[in-house]
């Protein structure tokens, strides 16, 4: 009989993860990594470097490539607990054949085969409804961009073109949110998660586009292990394997004077550090504790479903709002070049970098995420209109006035709610700061 409590116990638990509707980070990568380094001189006095295709980065390391790959699978499956090996038949190999060599190099890292690998560099446009320049969102995302694609303008590159390492490192920042994560898992119903060898999606819906990118983008390190306990499925997380993935290829191209694609691998792993300092990524169901959490599982195991249901929507809706929130806020301050702004003053860290290691990912900034979970939660839910976080049967993602979430909170509670709200942006992002420089500078050749 207990044993029997016990599964369903886990059954109920695998329910409140699976059910999990919103997968989103930050908004905006590039104008989180833009303020990152915009004045830093390990990357503001480098020179412009040539822009190449990812075939020619290919066809030049190929051989290199296969060496670097086996070796960073060996890293994987010996330093990561979760991790799902490589498919042997997956791995790179040295063919010399061009026609297929991206798509061998896509199965190989194991992202989405429709990965544009469009080259471009991005920008916040000044106004999101005039007439569109440049790329088309089509040709830089798999999948249909919503309104906050519309805020930028993709300009087309063309190999030969002399750019600087801050605009690619910028744009590539936010590349791994068009679409690099999505469908990986059995359960996705693609043919490339039916042969990738990651298994079923441990959390999140597999049926939501979006939500299947979920176990690559969150890392949740620092539950009880009650919790653990009782869902072991929650360490099947995989960001640490894109950081040090993308962190080694990006060495090895630069070793292979191969600077584009070092700059571009290094915004992929960068993207990854900067979601582990969202309090939603870093964390199951910030401000429920671990007893709340067994007590409506247990409720729903009981036949009162509700609680679970209500503490999904709420969480999936609070999750939403301190995102668009913290959207719009870089919009305007990036619109307005408020440059001074304490948003942008926190991404600015000073003294020494610290050296970067493999644990950082997990004990510095995901712990540090995690602990102020508890009071972003509350913030939310005092400074929040309250429909928006604490109705569960509101379901925001529909709500027409989401994007006025500023100014509702300023008219509601005033500009001490907006400070206190800021404040806490700026502390999730200077947790990211000092770290996402010793990433960089990790990687960075002599």
């Not at 295709?53 to 960073?72: G, K, M």
């Not at 169901?285 to 671990?290: A, C, D």
């Amino acid at each position: 009989m207990h044993n029997q409590n016990v599964q369903k116990l886990t059954l109920s638990l695998i329910c409140l993860a699976l059910f999990s509707v919103y997968a989103g980070a930050w908004e905006h990568h590039t104008l989180i990594t833009g303020p990152l380094i915009s004045s830093w001189p390990e990357i503001a006095d480098r020179d412009p470097v040539k822009v190449t295709s990812l075939e020619e980065f290919l066809s030049a390391t190929e051989h290199s490539l296969e060496i670097t790959l086996a070796n960073e699978e060996r890293w994987a499956c010996l330093m990561l607990e979760a991790y799902a090996p490589l498919p042997v038949e997956l791995a790179f190999k040295a063919t010399g054949t061009i026609s297929d060599i991206r798509k061998r190099f896509f199965e190989a890292i194991r992202i989405n085969p429709n990965h544009k690998a469009a080259l471009y560099l991005s920008s916040l446009v000044e106004d999101p409804e005039a007439p569109r320049t440049g790329l088309a969102p089509s040709e830089v995302s798999v999948v249909e961009g919503g309104a906050e694609m519309k805020q930028f303008r993709f300009e087309a590159l063309n190999p030969g073109d002399l750019v600087h390492p801050s605009t690619i490192l910028t744009t590539a920042s936010h590349e791994p949110d068009y679409g690099l994560d999505i469908g990986l898992f059995t359960d996705n119903k693609t043919d490339y998660g039916s042969r990738y060898g990651f298994g079923e999606q441990p959390f999140g819906d597999p049926d939501l586009v979006y939500g299947s990118q979920a176990p690559f983008h969150m890392g949740f390190y620092h539950e009880s292990w009650l919790v653990f306990l009782f869902a072991g499925y929650l360490k099947g997380t995989y960001p640490e394997y894109r950081i040090h993935l993308y962190k080694t290829l990006s060495q090895m191209a630069f070793d292979h004077g191969q600077e584009y694609w070092g700059w571009r691998f290094m915004g992929w792993g960068l993207h990854y550090l900067m979601d582990l300092s969202m309090p939603y990524h870093s964390t199951v169901l910030p401000g429920y504790s671990t007893v709340r959490m067994l007590l409506i599982n247990l409720l729903s195991m009981l036949g009162y479903p509700k609680y679970v249901d209500n503490a999904l929507q709420l969480v999936s809706n609070r999750h939403m709002a301190f995102e668009r929130y913290q959207g719009i806020q870089l919009e305007r301050l990036t619109r307005a070049e408020a440059w001074t702004n304490p948003l942008f003053e926190a991404l600015h860290p000073s003294g020494t970098v610290p050296a970067y290691n493999d644990t950082i990912p997990r004990d510095e900034i995901a712990r540090k995420s995690h602990d102020m979970s508890r009071k972003v939660n509350k913030a939310l839910t005092t400074y929040m209109p309250d429909r928006f976080v604490n109705d569960p049967s509101f379901e925001l993602a529909e709500a027409p006035d989401l994007n006025a979430i500023v100014d509702l909170v300023k008219t509601e509670h005033g500009q001490a709610a907006i400070d206190e709200l800021n404040a806490l942006l700026a502390e999730a992002f200077s947790i990211f700061s000092m770290h996402g420089r010793g990433y960089i500078k990790s990687i960075l050749p002599g």
